[in-house]
């Protein structure tokens, strides 16, 4: 059974740095192709990809938040950490873990998310 | 970047009937890189379709998807009760981008 679990502060304070952990399980990390990331969603607004890690430790990152994000992986621990720095209101929102397996194009496993206020 | 338009924004049908909902890419790209997303309230998306008309696995035949280039279409047939949902489309390419939604009310 495959699970993704997000864990950190549910709250943090403006221009503050963001650490989330998600922490996945029935998987490896180590498998060619396979690669974790994030997807945020504002309250009732749409989905907005963040970032992601594949198996080679090849990154990739939203070119509108590039600067701001930084993502590392401990396979071992079945780890993927996400940065985010200098937080502000409006990164108010859930954060999702998803993975995403070849040769699907696409997030085939979702965590529950966990809701992230930004306020000070 | 490319970006993606869902129409239209808010669909209301009722039991039985058919669906069909369209995403737009302000430039063509790979069918393979589509895919659809079904969101319930309160859950966590769920992967629909991949490679713009392949299942993803355990969900029903009454959803299929279609299209090349800047133009594809989720179609969901049979509607049941259990489809209300927001939908949205992806483009998943070396940047990923998502739809804005589009919102499936059942009569």
């Known amino acids: 059974q495959i699970t993704l679990k997000e864990s950190g502060p549910t709250l943090v304070k403006p221009t503050q740095t963001l650490t989330l952990t998600c922490t996945f399980s029935?998987?490896?990390?180590?498998?060619?192709?396979?690669?974790v990331g994030w997807v945020r969603q504002p309250p009732g607004k749409a989905l907005q990809w963040l970032t992601h890690i594949y198996w080679d430790d090849d990154k990739r990152y939203s070119p509108s938040l590039k600067d701001r994000l930084t993502i590392t992986k401990d396979s071992s621990r079945n780890q993927v950490v996400l940065t985010m720095t200098d937080m502000d209101p409006v990164d108010t929102g859930t954060y999702f873990c998803?993975?995403?397996?070849?040769?699907?194009?696409?997030?085939?496993?979702w965590g529950q998310g966990t809701l992230v206020a930004v306020s000070s | 970047e490319i970006v993606l338009t869902q129409s239209p924004g808010t669909l209301s049908l009722s039991p039985g009937d058919r669906a069909t909902l369209s995403c737009r890419a302000s430039q063509s790209f790979f069918s393979s890189f589509l895919a659809w997303y079904q969101q319930r309230h309160g859950q966590a998306p769920r992967l629909l379709i991949y490679g713009s008309s392949n299942r993803a696995a355990g969900v029903p035949d009454r959803f299929s998807g279609s299209g090349s280039g800047s133009n594809y279409t989720l179609t969901i047939s049979r509607l049941e009760p259990e489809d209300c949902a927001m939908y949205y489309c992806q483009q998943h390419g070396t940047s990923i981008i998502f739809g804005p939604g589009t919102r499936l009310e059942i009569k």
């Open positions: 998803v993975r995403r397996l070849p040769p699907i194009n696409g997030f085939d496993s």
């Open positions: 029935g998987f490896s990390l180590n498998t060619h192709g396979v690669g």
